[in-house]
């Protein structure tokens, strides 16, 4: 059984295939978390609890309550009533106080698992995953708290969630509904996050956890290309294949926290949820709120299993899409090559020239609608220019399709320009504060999506546009942060709702859109990679990446994405050199090597490419579907970081019954006077033999010993070796 409650140690156990998740009633009343851990077999854990030592528990010693609540391993911990760590749930009472006592009341298992209402969350079937759902109440105010807990039965992940029913006769205030917590003892933990900016997101950070707290956190309205809902807490001597991990990550694209801190006592609280700054939801009788969902997962195999762990959840169990487990069509997108001044004919040219190369797909991007010709103006305005695209979209869309391509489109359906029709008409539609300037940022402003007309209305302007012509692919983008936070619709003592409803006007959006064009392959983007997270992949298979498309850079900014989310997911492109971001050469045939590692495209102007570079185009497309599934749905191994070894990135995807393999490897910087590298691969399988350019080696070799990588000569030189077994 997945989840058993012993009703006799008053312990709930959560078991996955190899982990174990507890926390236990204490004194009747109180939650208290028990272990977190590889899996257990029995339930008598509870000494763990140490209700034996001092202070004890409070129906024993009730002068010392305080302390009680300051050291315990708290399930939920709330705020105001003596635990000075890091809370959870805070709430304020219509007469201004601030404070909660849940108690712990009853509980329920149900199979599978049950949506969460307007949310992206992971999904299960009944026979797969079970819920826990344990309620507990707040006497004083009649406010319900249901934690909610989904096990899978494939994968090692427990979920948390949590919803907040007002059951009392009186309004409250939530101020504070993180969606997880853990407690446990202090091990050296070191932290892993995920850190970057515009151009250069999620870089891999790791840092000692000292006394205190340490958190990562956005309150930009989005996930952010700064800080990313993840957070790792490893022993010290975590390495890719060793040490032990536990890691959470956010099925949520707006504000969050995820916060370790080190208590006096040498335990550590592990938090993640909505970032309280700027956030306060009314919570009227009958009532509810629900908070996002977390995902757990715990390795006592080092980062590489937690890694497979995340990549096997979301390709199972979050990312819904049709086009999750297709060959998606190679696509070439017009932004870096023509940015904004392109007309039919341009796109004509490149389609036509494209299509012979094997590529699938065009996308058009910025610039086709409104009066579109700069990045000034026209968000909002969603309809075809047609003194640019001549004929109209339907037409260009034919032609486009006439050279065996599918055709797609960019949106930024979330903005509105102060230059626009929609501003004009409506201005109160973006989000302001009254009496204050917005503050711009790339000349736009943001709409106020926590109002269904605006809902409504960005929809059918989308909806209308795909309508009316063939469209197979939407590339939805986010171009700036959320600032001057009101909305003219909500109430004063509701405007602290603001960064959450706009988030589920979001996801109502991607979700409408789906449900009625189900087979469109939507790929969300945020100024590149700013919304890159679980619940935006929820609605799409994949997300561009970063705007930065230098190979180089990418190997960073993929690495740490990777670390959390299948290749599958990543949107790269081959694009032209000097790149546009940092100005560097780097080989077409690196460029290929390194965009074949996700969703694979291109994105520069193919007319005006040599034809030794229009050949290995051909030769990158027919290796894409020959390996589309490898990469795809293999299991991620690292093997190399450049950050880490002095210039030389490297990673194996290996098949799930390890016949097949692909080597990623890249020498970023030649160096003179080194001996070759002895690479480990791992994740093959021992015993089999395999052919590695033309030679032929057992897995335990390749593995144990390694595999013999010459010197390359030049900088950022790479190799894509396939790996496959030997059978006859
Ligand atoms: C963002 C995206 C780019 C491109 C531009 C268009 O920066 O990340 O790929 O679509 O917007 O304005």
């Known amino acids: 059984m997945p989840i058993i409650y012993d009703e006799t140690e008053k312990i709930f156990m959560l078991h996955t295939p190899n982990t174990t998740y507890a926390f236990a009633v204490v004194d009747d009343c109180y939650l208290a978390h028990v272990y977190y851990g590889k899996r257990l077999h029995d339930t008598g854990i509870r000494y763990l609890l140490r209700e034996e030592e001092p202070p004890f528990v409070p129906s024993v010693n009730r002068r010392e309550k305080n302390s009680f609540l300051d050291q315990a391993w708290m399930e939920y911990p709330e705020s105001g009533m003596g635990d000075y760590r890091e809370s959870a749930f805070c709430m304020r009472t ?418 409408r859109l789906l449900a009625e064009f189900p087979e469109l392959l939507l790929e969300n983007c945020s100024g590149g990679g700013a919304r890159f997270d679980a619940g935006m992949l929820y609605y799409s298979p994949q997300i561009w990446c970063s705007d930065d498309t230098d190979a180089v850079e990418r190997l960073a900014i993929q690495e740490g994405t990777a670390m959390v989310y299948p290749l599958s997911c990543m949107g790269a492109h081959v694009s032209a050199c000097p790149n546009h971001i940092v100005g560097r050469n780097t080989s077409f045939e690196t460029r290929g090597h390194v965009a074949l590692a996700g969703t694979f495209g291109y994105e520069l102007d193919v007319t005006k490419l040599s034809a030794e570079e229009k050949e290995l185009i051909k030769e990158q497309t027919v290796f894409y579907h020959r390996y589309h599934a490898l990469v795809a749905e293999g299991d991620y191994y690292r093997l190399l970081s450049a950050g880490e070894t002095g210039g030389a990135d490297s990673f194996l995807v290996v098949s799930k019954d390890k016949s097949r393999a692909l080597l990623f490897y890249v020498q970023v910087l030649a160096r003179a006077n080194r001996k070759n590298r002895l690479l480990r691969l791992q994740g093959l399988s021992p015993e089999k033999m395999y052919r590695v350019c033309g030679k032929c080696y057992t897995g335990a070799v390749l593995m144990y010993a390694g595999l013999n990588i010459k010197l390359l000569q030049g900088d950022f030189k790479s190799l894509l070796w396939e790996i496959e077994e030997i059978t006859e």
Not at 205 to 210: K, T
Not at 323 to 352: G, H, Q, S, V
């Open 94 to 511: 219509a007469d201004g106080f601030r404070g909660s006592e849940l108690r712990f009341a009853s509980y329920g298992i149900e199979a599978g698992k049950p949506r969460l209402a307007g949310l992206p969350a992971t999904w299960g079937a009944e026979e797969t995953c079970s819920t826990l759902n344990v309620y507990c109440t707040d006497a004083r105010t009649g406010v319900e708290v249901c934690l909610a807990y989904s096990v899978f039965e494939d994968v090692d992940v427990v979920t948390r969630s949590v919803t907040v029913e007002n059951r009392g006769n009186e309004s409250v205030y939530l101020e504070k509904v993180l969606s997880a917590c853990i407690d446990m003892e202090n091990r050296d933990y070191e932290m892993v996050g995920l850190f970057g900016s515009w151009a250069r997101e999620r870089h891999v950070q790791r840092l000692s956890l000292g006394y205190g707290r340490q958190n990562i956190s956005s309150f930009k309205g989005e996930s952010s290309h700064q800080e990313h809902p993840f957070l790792a807490l490893v022993t010290p001597e975590t390495t890719q294949t060793t040490g032990e991990v536990y890691a959470m990550n956010f099925v949520y694209s707006g504000n969050f926290i995820a916060q370790a801190e080190r208590s006096q006592f040498d335990s550590v609280r592990m938090t993640m949820g909505i970032h309280p700054e700027g956030f306060c939801w009314k919570l009227a009788p009958g009532e509810q709120f629900t908070a996002p969902e977390v995902v757990l997962t715990y390795s006592d195999e080092g980062l590489g299993k937690m890694t497979r762990t995340f990549h096997e959840l979301y390709r199972t169990h979050l990312i819904r899409s049709p086009w999750l487990r297709r060959e998606r069509p190679i696509l070439i997108n017009n932004w870096e090559a023509t940015y904004f001044d392109f007309d039919e004919k341009k796109l004509i040219e490149i389609a036509k020239e494209a299509s012979q190369l094997g590529i699938e797909m065009l996308v058009m991007d910025d610039g086709w609608f409104g009066n579109r010709n700069t990045d000034e103006g026209s968000l909002g305005d969603w309809e075809v220019n047609e003194s640019k695209l001549a004929g109209g979209l339907a037409c260009l869309v034919e032609d486009v399709k006439k050279f065996g391509m599918k055709f797609g489109i960019w949106f930024e359906p979330e903005m509105i320009s102060p230059d626009s029709k929609l501003f004009r008409k409506h201005p109160d539609w973006a989000i302001q504060i009254p009496g204050r300037d917005i503050t711009q940022s790339r000349a736009q402003y943001v709409l106020d999506l926590s109002r269904q007309e605006v809902v409504d209305r960005v929809y059918e302007m989308v909806a209308e546009i795909l309508r009316n012509a063939d469209i197979s692919y939407v590339k939805w983008d986010m171009n700036r942060q959320l600032t001057t936070m009101g909305s003219a619709a909500l109430p004063a003592d509701r405007q602290g709702e603001l960064y959450h409803r706009y988030m589920l006007g979001v996801y109502q959006l991607q979700e």
